[in-house]
């Protein structure tokens, strides 16, 4: 982003150890000196001050939030946080296709890398597991909310989001059961009703 020219960014993370790569990877990929605030979403504006035109909640991260309130608070300070014309950028694994019909992947749209597998031991409504593979033989997993699409969205909407875009592996047209991914993106800008119609 800052190769883009963005005159402002800040990584926001509740891992010291993210935080630590990232700044690494800042100065590794470019020299560039990468800001970055150990904040818990919850309570974003504590930790990290100023009004942003965007806000991107990438990776799939968002569903690490285990509880609605928590989603709500969280989606609460994203919103308090952005310019009045503002945009929140927030991902999310396609749970709906997981829930509905079972675990398969393109493997198109990859966060961690080619050579890494990422596949699901366990999923209910409350909970999804996953085991990350990687070449060397090292195995982790991750317990995750399954997000369903449409509830992500309508707790955007609740929070005060006017516009809500959803695409499909980066995609605005898509079978809902077909990506990988699903990508929100939820416009703050004001609307008139005649603009809502």
């Known amino acids: 982003m800052l190769e883009e020219g963005f005159e402002t960014v800040v990584s926001a993370d509740g891992s010291a150890e993210m935080l630590a790569k990232a700044f690494a ?6 020299g560039h000196v990468l800001r970055v605030v150990q904040a818990d979403w919850r309570w974003l504006n504590r930790d990290v001050h100023g009004e942003y035109d965007a806000i991107i909640c990438l990776g799939n991260s968002f569903t690490h939030l285990f509880s609605e309130r928590d989603r709500r608070k969280a ?5 308090a946080m952005l310019s009045h014309d503002g ?4 991902d999310q694994r396609n749970y709906d296709a997981i829930l509905d019909n079972g675990f398969s992947s393109k493997h198109q749209y990859y966060y961690c890398g080619d050579d890494v597998v990422a596949e ?17 033989g090292s195995r982790y997993h991750l317990n ?21 875009d959803t695409y499909g592996d980066f995609q605005s047209t898509y079978a809902d ?3 990988d991914f699903f990508v ?14």
């Open 120 to 136: 699901p031991e366990y999923v209910d409504d409350g909970l999804a597991r996953f085991r990350y593979s990687f070449p060397d």
């Open 87 to 90: 945009v929140l950028i927030l």
């Open 184 to 197: 929100h993106i939820a416009e703050k800008a004001y609307l008139d009703q005649e603009d809502v119609a």
């Open 144 to 164: 995750m909310f399954p997000l369903r699409k449409d509830y992500t969205r309508r707790l955007m909407q609740e929070v005060g989001f006017q516009r809500i």
């Open 25 to 30: 990877n800042g100065m590794k990929f470019g």
């Open 75 to 79: 989606l609460a300070e994203f919103y």
């Open 177 to 179: 059961d077909e990506p």
